[in-house]
């Protein structure tokens, strides 16, 4: 794990079926959701739950995908899963953007004029977020961007998600 455990101050009983309630503030705090994946890590007498995603155990799969993609388009695409952009730095995106993917609906904007995806990621140009969502479970998205036309760019994004969506089943 390598980084130090840090202490929250709450302390929690179990309850007769083995849960333990993470508190609103801690949720809201770690942007956690009902229905989020955890993985279970045992760390000497800790255990540590550390937020799962099957779509970033693929990143460098995916990364590849898309660099072969990005060679044969006029327009920038990135990742997002856990609220962050894999291929770009793990950087977290906006919440305004994470509300955007947790609609679970495409999103498209053909005058996206300065449009902050993170901190550092400022998008200008046309705008598809296009949810991934494999057995009905949100696993991120796909974010595109550029001068293309909008309705070329979302064909080119439907054929990168089914080919993410193979690499599932």
Known sequence: MGDKLKQSGIVRKIDDLGRIVLPKELRQT?????????????EGDNIVLKKFSRLTTLSESLQNLINIFTKHINFNIFITTN??????????????ISKLIKER?????????????????VVDGKLI???????????G????????????MNNILNILLSLIKTQFT
Do not use: R
Request: aromatic share 4%.
């Open 129 to 139: 977020i296009l949810p991934i969502i494999i057995n009905s479970d949100l696993l």
């Open 30 to 42: 770690l942007n956690l959701s009902a229905g989020d994946d955890f993985e279970i890590l045992i």
């Open 141 to 152: 998205s796909i974010i595109a961007f550029g001068k293309e036309d909008i309705k070329n």
């Open 105 to 121: 609906k495409t999103y498209l904007n053909e005058h996206a004029n300065q449009i902050k995806i993170s901190k550092t990621l």
């Open 83 to 96: 609220n962050k952009l894999i291929n770009h730095n793990n950087e977290d995106i906006l919440p305004d």
